[in-house]
């Protein structure tokens, strides 16, 4: 298996403009993640779905940002309009029930918005 | 609610020596606790977990972690250092929906010295 695959790897917005994030779980995995990872605040859980429904986005910033997983093989995070204060890592992660498996993170996408 | 803390952002140690890295939890019920490393440009990988049972966890790369009810820690440990575990370490949490939404540390900063 080729892993979680983000895309893409780096992204250079202006402020203001869409940016999409994309992500590929392993397959057969149920459980998907978003985290945002900047220096000041760390590791931030932003929403995980569970069989493409998504059960919490309570860390999602605001609704500038919104999520999606339309099938088990595909999740979007869209930032619109995308802010400076926005930029940072953005993982997707994958595991499979809830067992407490162990989280299988992407490569990240880091975002830069000028 | 459900968290970490890692109280040193950096941690320095000679090749050789024995290494620890803290991390200290505050969870309602029983905690299920995770080390994550990460890589320079790289997603986080799984360590080790403890769900229940032995105190001491053993993990990958000759990692281990003592699990302290009394104190509410989850140390990191590994009994002699190499230069390649030089990354960063999280420590985490699972949250309280029963699901594996991880809640993350702040991050550790482990330095191996030639």
């Known amino acids: 298996d080729a892993g979680v695959i983000q895309s893409p790897r780096h992204e250079v917005t202006e402020m203001g403009q869409e940016v999409t994030l994309r992500c590929k779980p392993i397959?057969?995995?149920?459980?998907l993640f978003w985290y945002r990872q900047t220096m000041m605040r760390g590791l931030e859980l932003l929403i995980y779905?569970?069989?493409?429904?998504?059960?919490?986005d309570s860390g999602m910033p605001e609704d500038r940002f919104s999520a999606k997983m339309p099938n088990a093989s595909f999740s979007t995070l869209k930032i619109q309009p995308s802010e400076p204060r926005d930029s940072a890592v953005y993982f997707c992660?994958?595991?499979?029930?809830?067992?407490?498996?162990?989280?299988?993170f992407g490569s990240g996408t880091q975002l830069s918005v000028l | 609610a459900q968290s970490v803390a890692q109280p040193e952002d950096q941690v320095n140690v000679a090749e050789g020596n024995p290494l620890t890295v803290k991390c200290t939890y505050s969870?309602?019920?029983?905690?299920?606790l995770f080390w994550y490393v990460q890589y320079p440009n790289r997603g986080l990988q799984f360590l080790l977990k403890?769900?229940?049972?032995?105190?001491l966890v053993k993990g990958s790369y000759g990692f281990e972690a003592e699990f302290n009810k009394s104190q509410t820690s989850f140390h990191l440990k590994k009994p002699s250092a190499l230069v390649s575990d030089s990354a960063l370490y999280f420590c985490?949490?699972?949250?309280?929906?029963?699901?594996?939404?991880?809640?993350f540390g702040t991050g550790t900063r482990l330095t191996v010295i030639p």
């Open positions: 969870v309602s019920g029983n905690p299920y």
């Open positions: 992660a994958s595991s499979f029930g809830s067992t407490n498996e162990k989280l299988f």
């Open positions: 779905f569970n069989n493409n429904v998504p059960i919490d």
């Open positions: 403890y769900i229940t049972g032995d105190n």
């Open positions: 397959s057969g995995h149920d459980y």
């Open positions: 985490a949490v699972r949250g309280q929906t029963g699901a594996n939404n991880l809640f």
